[in-house]
């Protein structure tokens, strides 16, 4: 009897999941926001939280957004050609912050000879114009780390 107890105690201490948090920003002076707001609603009827940052975000305002909102991903859109640029300050003030369990993504117009170096910059996804929202969902979901969305009751 004691053995049933302890494992109806247990059973109730289990694991839930939350929805994957999902950070939408628009880095630089890149004015255009349509494709960013079309994947922020995709996510968002996908099931997922998101948080758009809106347009002409810094690098530091992507990163205090990200550890203030406690996202589990960050999704960059870039239209101006600066991603070789920003790219590289997001992703050194995740690691000055510890944040290295976040997933981030970039999409935008992202020529095919800088791929390599943005994935190389720990960027897990890059995204152009045409790539189906199923994809970039699919993609969120498989990538964002599990653990994050568990939580103990």
Known sequence: MTETSENNTSSNLH??????RVLVAKPGLD???RGAKVIARALRDAGMEVIYT???????????AAIQEDVDAILMSILSGAHMAIFPKVMELLQQN????VLVAAGGILPD????????MGIKGCFGPGTLMEEIIRFVRENVQAERLTTEI
Do not use: F, L, W, Y
């Open 98 to 101: 510890n944040v290295d369990d």
């Open 113 to 120: 000879e800088d791929i390599p170096a943005i994935k190389a």
């Open 54 to 64: 809106g347009i002409r975000q810094t690098p530091e305002m992507i990163v205090e």
């Open 15 to 20: 694991d839930t999941s939350r929805p994957i």
């Open 31 to 33: 004015g255009h926001d």
